[in-house]
């Protein structure tokens, strides 16, 4: 069993509403949205944030960053998107397992 939560939420051992997936990210809404449309992108695979990235893993950061735009078009994001990833205590990073926010949709609300 994970410990992780995203992994749960990977896993469906925790309930999320995921409005993207395939073989290697997911997308799921999060639960304190700071926006009208605020999503987390994450790799299925388990790394905990960019410190915990290797050279091999090039291909897989650049292909989820280019599904951001496509699912972002999907949930209407239509005049633009902020992506936040937050890495370490220093980043406010609250979960260990990598995710690029996205928000949009209107004003953004507690934030930092
Ligand atoms: P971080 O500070 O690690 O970059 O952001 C973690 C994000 O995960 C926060 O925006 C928080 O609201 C979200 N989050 C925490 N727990 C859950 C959860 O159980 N489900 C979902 N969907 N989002 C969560
Ligand atoms: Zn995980």
């Known amino acids: 069993m994970a410990e ?9 051992e925790v309930s999320a509403d995921i409005i993207f997936e395939n073989d290697e990210c997911l997308a799921f809404r999060d639960i304190n949205p700071k926006a009208p449309v ?3 992108v994450i790799p299925r695979r388990h790394i905990a944030n960019l410190w915990d990235t290797k050279t091999s893993d090039e291909g897989l950061l650049g292909r989820i960053q280019l599904m951001i735009p496509k699912i972002a078009k999907d949930q209407g994001l239509d005049s633009g998107f902020r992506t936040v990833l937050n890495t ?11 995710h ?6 209107g004003p953004f609300t507690g934030f930092n």
């Open 38 to 40: 605020h999503f987390l």
């Open 88 to 98: 370490g205590p220093g980043g406010h990073q609250e979960v260990y397992h990598m």
């Open 4 to 12: 992780c939560l995203f992994c749960k939420i990977r896993d469906g």
């Open 100 to 105: 690029y926010h996205v928000l949009g949709g």
